[in-house]
């Protein structure tokens, strides 16, 4: 298996566009979740999916920011508009939800900036 | 919630020595405590994980103890490396739910050769 895959590794827009952050979780993982790592915050839980339905999102910033999963190997991470303090790395990751394996296996990140 | 606090935030050691890294939770349902590394530019990588039915867990140099009662858990690498260099995040969260874990702000360690 290759891993958590993201995409695109570094994306650099101009304030108030639209940018979409795209992930591959593990084959057979069933949660997947979405981190923002910056100086400031270091590393923040965004949202979280089990099953590919939404279970917390209660670490998205504002309005400006949504995730879907619309099924099992693909989840989306969006902000429209971008503003320069969105710039940071976003972490996606997967964990196969048992009593047995717990571990969280995080993609290569995507490295945004916003100008 | 849940609040991880991590220290110190930054480490230096002689090559050889060991580091210790503490934390600790606030939130006493808390029973999965995974410790990753992250080196420069890459993503955060689990070295070790200790659940709350243990109070001490090693693999070679890394050991990982645990405090339940008094909330708090560390990690500890002996005979460090300079490829050791890196940092370092705690994190704790509820079993079934490993990517949900709060994290502390990490320890940059550096091991000076």
């Known amino acids: 298996d290759a891993g958590v895959i993201q995409s695109p590794r570094h994306e650099v827009t101009e304030m108030g566009q639209e940018v979409t952050l795209r992930c591959k979780p593990i084959s057979g993982h069933n949660s997947l979740f979405w981190y923002r790592q910056t100086m400031m915050r270091g590393l923040e839980l965004l949202i979280y999916f089990n099953n590919n339905v939404p279970i917390d999102d209660s670490g998205m910033p504002e309005d400006r920011f949504s995730a879907k999963m619309p099924n099992a190997s693909f989840s989306t991470l969006k902000i429209q508009p971008s503003e320069p303090r969105d710039s940071a790395v976003y972490f996606c990751?997967?964990?196969?939800?048992?009593?047995?394996?717990?571990?969280?296996?995080f993609g290569q990140g995507t490295r945004l900036t916003v100008v | 919630g849940e609040n991880v606090e991590q220290h110190p935030s930054t480490l230096s050691v002689q090559e050889g020595d060991s580091a210790v890294i503490k934390c600790t939770y606030s939130d006493s349902a808390s029973n999965y405590f995974p410790w990753y590394k992250q080196e420069l530019g890459k993503r955060p990588q689990l070295i070790i994980d200790i659940r709350s039915n243990v109070g001490e867990k090693k693999d070679q140099r890394i050991a990982v103890t645990l405090n339940k009662t008094a909330k708090h858990f560390s990690l500890h690498i002996t005979e460090t490396q300079p490829e050791d260099s890196a940092v370092y995040f705690c994190a704790a969260s509820i079993q079934n739910n490993a990517g949900k874990s709060t994290f502390g702000d990490g320890t940059t360690l550096t091991v000076k050769p």
């Open positions: 990751a997967s964990s196969l939800d048992s009593m047995m394996n717990t571990e969280a296996f």
